[in-house]
C-alpha cells in the first residue's frame, strides 16, 4: 500500500479522507430516510464514478448532473437514472439524448424546460421517438427566483408552461428549482425566506397534479439548506380544495460527500436536522517555498489548485519531512491564515507568536471552501486511511 510521501505523488496533492467520505454518506441517507424524501446526489461535485459508486451504494433516486457533457459521462458510467438539472438547449445534445435513450443507455432521464424556445426543441427532437425513449424522458418545469438565475419567474407562468409540456405529448413529471438565490445565510429570516420559496414550489406542484404523469415530483438543491427543503417538500401535498396530491421529493445535495471548512461548514443544515455534524474530507498538501520576511510564508500552491471562489483556504496542519521526503507528525497552526493567492503561490500571515512555525520544505494540509470548485481543478484524488492510499479515484471532468 502506497502513502501520500510516496515520491510517485508531488505537492500540491488532493487526498479524500475515506472515513469522512463514508461517515457523510452514511449520515445524509439516514437524515433523508428519515424524513421521507429521496436523494439524487448531485455528482458535479467531484465527477468521479468511485465516488459516485460509495453514494449509489446506500440507496438513491440516481445521479443529478448539471450539463449534458456530464450526462454523457454519467450515462457512460453505467448510472441508470439521471437527473439533468438544466434545460437542454442544443439540438446536437436532443437528437444524442434521443438515440440514447432509445438504445437503452438509461432507465430514465429527468430534464428541465423554462421556455417555450426549449420546449419546442425537446418537442421537436423527440416528435415521432420510439415510445420507450419517449417513456424514458421526464420534463420538470423548472420554477425560478427573481433576480437569481434560470427558470420561470412566477407560479402561473410555470403552470401554463407545464401544460404546453403536457400538450406537447412530453412526459411531465413535475415541478424543480434551485432555493440558493433565496438566502445567503442562516439567520431565522433567511430560513423562512427559504421555507417561503418551497412552498411556492409545492403550490405550484399541487397544480400540476392532472397533468403530471405519476406523483408530482418536487425537487430542490438542498446542500445549504436540506433541513428546510426536507420539511418542506416532504410535508403531504394538497390542492386547493384539501385533497392530497400524490407526490414524491427529490433532493439533489451534492457537496456533503466531502463536506468543507468553510461555506457548507458554516451552512451546516445537518446539525439542524438533528443528525451528526459532516466531517470535511478534503486535505490539499502543498510545499512551503519560502518565509521571507518576519510575519510572511509563501506555499506552492494557488488558483490553479485549490479554491477562492467563496474562501481562502484554511491552513489545518504543518509536517515536517525527513530526508527521504517522509512526513513527521502533525502539528497545528494557530495564528496562520491565508491572505491571498496567485496563480501557484499562497500568501501566509503569521501571528508574531507562531513566527518561525514554517520553514520551507514542511507540508502544510489546507482545509477548503466550496468542494466543487477544487475537485474539477484535478484529474485524479487520493482516497486515504491515515497517511496510506486506499484508492486512486479518476475525476472526470
Not at 18 to 36: P, R
Not at 285 to 314: C, H, K, N, Q, Y
Not at 320 to 346: F, S, Y
Request: glycine residues 12%; contains cysteine; proline residues 6%.
Amino acid at each position: 500500500m502506497s502513502r501520500i510521501d510516496d515520491p510517485t505523488f508531488l505537492w500540491p496533492l488532493l487526498t479524500l479522507d475515506e472515513a469522512s467520505l463514508e461517515h457523510n454518506i452514511a449520515t445524509v441517507a439516514g437524515a433523508f430516510a428519515a424524513t421521507g424524501v429521496e436523494h439524487a446526489p448531485h455528482v458535479k461535485t467531484h465527477m468521479s464514478r468511485r465516488v459516485w459508486e460509495r453514494q449509489s451504494a446506500v440507496g438513491v433516486w440516481g445521479a443529478t448532473v448539471a450539463t449534458p457533457g456530464q450526462l454523457r459521462t454519467v450515462l457512460g458510467w453505467g448510472v441508470p437514472r439521471v437527473f439533468l438539472a438544466n434545460e437542454i438547449v442544443d439540438p446536437r445534445d436532443v437528437a444524442w439524448l434521443r438515440a440514447a435513450l432509445a438504445s437503452g443507455a438509461a432507465e430514465e432521464v429527468w430534464v428541465y424546460v423554462d421556455s417555450q424556445p426549449g420546449l419546442d426543441l425537446l418537442a421537436t427532437g423527440f416528435a415521432g421517438a420510439d415510445p420507450q425513449a419517449a417513456a424514458r424522458l421526464g420534463v420538470l418545469v423548472e420554477l425560478g427566483v427573481p433576480g437569481g438565475r434560470t427558470g420561470v419567474r412566477g407560479r402561473s407562468d410555470a403552470v401554463a408552461l407545464a401544460g404546453r409540456v403536457h400538450d406537447a405529448g412530453l412526459r411531465l413529471v413535475g415541478v424543480a428549482g434551485y432555493e440558493g438565490p433565496v438566502a445567503s445565510g442562516t439567520s431565522a429570516e433567511e430560513l423562512a425566506a427559504v421555507g417561503r420559496w418551497c412552498e411556492e414550489l409545492r403550490e405550484t406542484g399541487a397544480e400540476l397534479a392532472g397533468l403530471v404523469d405519476g406523483p408530482v415530483v418536487l425537487s430542490a438543491g438542498g446542500s445549504a439548506f436540506a433541513d428546510v427543503v426536507a420539511q418542506h417538500l416532504g410535508a403531504p401535498l394538497r390542492d386547493a380544495s384539501g385533497a392530497e396530491v400524490p407526490a414524491r421529493a427529490v433532493i439533489r445535495s451534492g457537496a456533503y460527500v466531502t463536506h468543507d471548512h468553510g461555506h457548507y461548514l458554516h451552512a451546516d443544515p445537518w446539525t439542524r436536522m438533528g443528525v451528526d455534524r459532516l466531517r470535511p474530507a478534503i486535505r490539499v498538501w502543498a510545499s512551503v517555498l519560502s518565509a521571507p520576511e518576519p510575519g510572511l510564508v509563501i506555499v506552492g500552491m494557488g488558483r490553479r489548485d485549490v479554491s477562492f471562489d467563496i474562501d481562502l483556504p484554511t491552513p489545518l496542519v504543518a509536517r515536517t519531512p525527513d530526508a527521504a521526503g517522509r512526513l513527521g507528525e502533525a502539528r497545528e497552526l494557530p495564528g496562520v491564515r491565508v491572505t491571498a493567492l496567485n496563480d501557484q503561490h499562497a500568501y501566509l500571515s503569521v501571528e508574531p507568536a507562531s513566527d518561525g512555525v514554517l520553514r520551507p520544505g514542511d507540508v502544510v494540509g489546507f482545509g477548503i471552501s466550496h468542494p466543487c470548485t477544487v475537485l474539477d481543478k484535478y484529474r485524479t484524488a487520493l482516497v486515504t486511511r491515515g497517511d496510506d492510499v486506499v484508492e486512486q479515484v479518476t475525476l472526470d471532468f
